[in-house]
């Protein structure tokens, strides 16, 4: 199906354990991002890509690891999970067009439980 | 220090009436600016964007008003339907520093039948 999808909805990790959170968009958009949202926190942006090969830090970076070898994927990895990140995790994509208006196309979210 | 608020956490409306929901902004470089609807267990999903070169943008029942010198946007829903009732965000970008958003907290609107 077309559009921006994540996987797994739903996962329960523990502490220490590496976790990947996949997201795959069928648009070919450039820009690709993940952010979490937490309860007072609103959304925060986690990491950002402009193009395959080519990311970098948000407002909250720390204890994230992404990586972009294909246009169409954007994996953000846990390594050492901490229950800090418990939070709802969303990946999305933009088309960029300059000086005209843009938007970003959000995926359904991962809920991810740090025990 | 927030760069984005939204200071009302929730606001009910009365359907068929407007809603009026408001975001204040403290980073004078931001200059491109959004507003996403939020359904429970779904992603955001774009409502409405406004440029600082504009200072009003209309899309159907929606119409976003930027004030650059107060550094405050609003977004109006005339008439509000039930179907309205969720959380909205306001985002801000600052295009000349990257490419992010920086989000409000949100504000949850409720519009009673």
């Known amino acids: 199906d077309a559009g921006i999808t994540q996987s797994p909805r739903y996962k329960i990790t523990e502490t220490g354990r590496q976790v990947t959170l996949m997201c795959h968009q069928t648009w070919s958009h450039s820009y690709m991002f993940w952010y979490r949202q937490d309860l007072g926190h609103g959304l925060r942006l986690i990491y950002y890509s402009a193009a395959a090969d080519i990311t970098d830090k948000g407002e909250v970076p720390d204890g994230y690891v992404v990586s972009r070898s294909k246009t169409e994927n954007f994996p953000l990895t846990l390594e050492s999970a901490t229950r800090s990140q418990t939070s709802v995790y969303f990946c999305?994509?933009?088309?960029?067009?300059?000086?005209?208006?843009?938007?970003?196309?959000f995926g359904p979210g991962t809920r991810l439980t740090v025990t | 220090d927030q760069q984005v608020k939204q200071n009302s956490p929730s606001l009910s409306v009365q359907e068929g009436r407007i809603s009026i929901l408001n975001c204040d902004y403290t980073?004078?470089?931001?200059?491109?600016f959004l507003w996403y609807k939020k359904y429970p267990a779904e992603g955001p999903t774009f409502l409405i964007s406004?440029?600082?070169?504009?200072d009003k943008n209309e899309d159907g029942r929606f119409t976003v008003f930027l004030n650059k010198s107060a550094k405050h946007l609003s977004l109006h829903i005339v008439p509000s339907q039930p179907g309205d009732s969720a959380v909205y965000f306001c985002?801000?970008?600052?295009?000349?520093?990257?490419?992010?958003?920086?989000f409000g907290k949100g504000t949850r609107l409720l519009v009673k039948p």
């Open positions: 980073n004078s470089m931001f200059d491109y």
């Open positions: 406004i440029s600082s070169i504009k």
């Open positions: 985002a801000a970008s600052a295009r000349g520093q990257g490419f992010s958003f920086i």
């Open positions: 999305a994509s933009s088309v960029y067009w300059g000086q005209s208006s843009y938007e970003q196309y």
